[in-house]
């Protein structure tokens, strides 16, 4: 496998192609399943589960499957391995699958696999594709846990379940406007980071390579005198 | 029943509206509001799709998953029967009324992988186990809270998208803040009901 594309893949899924901060894509479990720091984890690794799986199947596919209908086909792959989440969750976590049940469900119609199976997974190699579901998947699960623990210390003083002495809960930030609140101002404080280390970049580009860039007038008229 | 119809159907556009107090839907409430004109397109064709497609999960979740009882397999059925009832609704519309389908046709394939359809469709059919008017009822009433929640986020962004705000801010965190408002501002509904 060729190094550079695994590095490309991975650095993409985490930061440059972050499913929920600069792609903006699955949004509802990303604000329904955030309240605590454990079920933003649930959500995230059943949503990797699946997108890992399907991505699998459907780059093995990807010669087979006609164009025509190739949704309905990603969308009967993507279900298998939703029921197959539901049923193991049901089985093995019941408290946690009663409060999550309907968003469970829900991840068929999550656009990420969706998009990921048509952009990535119909015209790459199998291997690749896995990688791109665990790194997207990653950076989705990274995502959601950073809402919860914001969310869950700031509604319940509290982190991983376990409440810190000294901060109150604030009553009504479990309320459902909080997930718009934080998601919004945890966005705006990526874009902020990211357009600042662009701003450097370019500083030191310029910084660098002035005369290429046509920046700076040669000095043939200084030299003459 | 009918008093507790319209208390339901209630809850459903307003106090327990499903973009902004259930987190369904929120990429096309996000995605497709900078415009009142598409957002209204949009509204539209959710309350069309969702009308139909709760009548058509119901019939197959009531006569054919649970009669053979593999209802374990609904989300996979529920989903097979949104798409291709979206696929033939395009082609339908596309026949027969052209001027409707120029004001929709662009957002019915967006509504697959919406997903407050599938969410409705298994809240009422499954988990809440309505019958067929009260499903058909509360699927509208969603559809219908859908397209106010959408309409006034529009015409909100319609001002935020001129105004002075901070850079990163700009796009997709201000809309969610202005949601959040939003969300408030419905939730306070919910005393009505009480």
Same mark, same amino acid.
């Given at each position: 496998m060729d190094k550079r594309k695994i590095k490309e893949t991975v650095i993409g899924g985490l930061?440059?192609?972050? *499913? %929920?901060?600069?792609?903006?894509? $699955?949004t509802c479990p990303t604000i329904a399943? %955030? %309240?605590?720091l454990a079920q933003a984890f649930a959500m995230g690794i059943a949503t990797t589960f699946v997108l890992i799986f399907s991505n699998l199947f459907i780059s093995l596919l990807r010669n087979l499957? *006609?164009?025509?209908?190739r949704i309905p086909c990603y969308i009967v792959i993507i279900s298998t391995f939703v029921t197959i989440v539901d049923m193991v969750m049901q089985r093995y976590m019941p408290d946690l699958y009663s409060t999550m049940r309907a968003f469970i469900a829900l991840i068929v119609v999550n656009c990420i696999i969706l998009a990921r199976a048509e952009s990535y997974a119909s015209c790459n190699k199998p291997l690749y594709s896995m990688l791109d579901g665990v790194s997207i998947g990653l950076g989705f699960t990274g995502a959601l846990c950073l809402i919860g623990i914001v969310r869950e210390f700031l509604a319940g003083g509290a982190f991983a379940g376990i409440s810190i002495p000294g901060y109150p809960a604030m009553s $009504?930030?479990?309320?459902?406007?909080f997930g718009f609140i934080v998601f919004g101002c945890l966005m705006a404080l990526f874009n902020f980071v990211i357009q600042k280390i662009n701003e450097r970049k370019d500083k030191m580009k310029a910084a660098v390579l002035p005369l290429s860039e046509g920046k700076v007038e040669p000095l043939k008229e200084v030299a003459e005198k | 029943m009918t008093a507790s119809l319209i208390s339901v159907m209630f809850a459903a556009v307003i106090s327990n509206n499903i973009v902004l107090s259930q987190y369904q839907g929120i990429c096309p409430f996000l995605g497709v509001s900078k415009k009142i004109s598409s957002s209204a397109g949009m509204g539209f064709a959710v309350i069309f799709v969702m009308a139909i497609s709760s009548v058509f999960t119901w019939l197959v979740y009531n006569y054919i998953l649970l009669p053979l009882e593999i209802d374990y397999l609904y989300t996979m059925a529920f989903i097979l029967v949104i798409a291709s009832l979206v696929q033939v609704t395009e082609m339908v519309v596309k026949r027969y009324s052209p001027t409707l389908y120029s004001a929709l046709g662009v957002y019915l394939p967006l509504i697959?992988?919406?997903c407050a359809i599938l969410g409705t469709a298994n809240s009422a059919v499954?988990?809440?186990?309505?019958?067929f008017v009260y499903t058909f009822a509360v699927s509208v009433a969603t559809g219908v809270g859908f397209l106010f929640a959408i309409l006034l986020l529009a015409c909100v962004r319609l001002k935020t998208d001129r105004a002075d705000i901070p850079k990163c801010f700009k796009g997709f965190p201000i809309t969610l803040v202005t949601a959040a408002i939003m969300a408030l501002a419905f939730a306070g509904f919910s005393g009505i009901l009480a």
């Open positions: 930061i440059k192609n972050n *499913p %929920t901060f600069v792609l903006v894509l $699955g399943m %955030t %309240t605590s499957i *006609p164009d025509k209908v $009504g930030v479990g309320a459902s406007a | 697959t992988t919406n499954v988990y809440n186990s309505y019958n």
